[in-house]
């Protein structure tokens, strides 16, 4: 089962111990109506592990993504299992729009946060 998201801003940040790529659906004054926030954490005590955050909903750890493949503004998150806590999704796609704020972000951002999970695609 695929999940597909569409974003309007995507942001880049990085924090002491966590790398955060941030998507964002926005009303026209900023307020933040739905998002996603991709984390790669680095801890002392653990090995790296990406989460993924929907709407104050987080689930995550070593094993989460399989894959990611970009093109474009769309992005392709493979699970290696099926999501429970969103209803057995196994892929979600991103789509965001194509500003050059928001391509910065991705830039920079995507293979900090996702790493070797990357593949394929075209940036």
């Given at each position: 089962?695929?999940?597909?998201?569409?974003y309007?801003?995507?942001?880049?940040?990085?924090?002491?111990?966590?790398?955060?790529?941030?998507?964002?659906?926005?009303?026209?004054?900023?307020?933040?109506?739905?998002?996603?926030?991709?984390?790669?954490?680095?801890?002392?005590?653990?090995?790296?592990?990406?989460?993924?955050?929907?709407?104050?909903?987080?689930?995550?750890?070593?094993?989460?993504?399989?894959e990611?493949?970009?093109?474009?503004?769309?992005?392709?998150?493979?699970?290696?299992?099926?999501?429970?806590?969103?209803?057995?999704?196994?892929?979600?796609?991103?789509?965001?729009?194509?500003?050059?704020?928001?391509?910065d972000?991705?830039?920079?951002?995507?293979?900090?946060?996702?790493?070797?999970?990357?593949?394929?695609?075209?940036?």
């Amino acid at each position: 089962m695929t999940e597909s998201r569409q974003y309007d801003t995507v942001a880049f940040d990085v924090r002491d111990n966590a790398t955060m790529l941030f998507f964002a659906k926005t009303t026209d004054i900023g307020d933040i109506l739905d998002y996603l926030l991709l984390m790669r954490t680095v801890d002392e005590d653990f090995d790296e592990s990406i989460y993924i955050e929907i709407n104050e909903q987080q689930f995550g750890g070593h094993n989460l993504i399989r894959e990611a493949a970009m093109t474009g503004n769309v992005m392709t998150l493979r699970l290696y299992e099926p999501a429970e806590a969103l209803g057995g999704i196994a892929d979600i796609v991103l789509t965001w729009s194509e500003t050059t704020e928001n391509q910065d972000s991705i830039e920079v951002g995507a293979f900090r946060v996702l790493g070797d999970t990357l593949v394929g695609g075209n940036a």
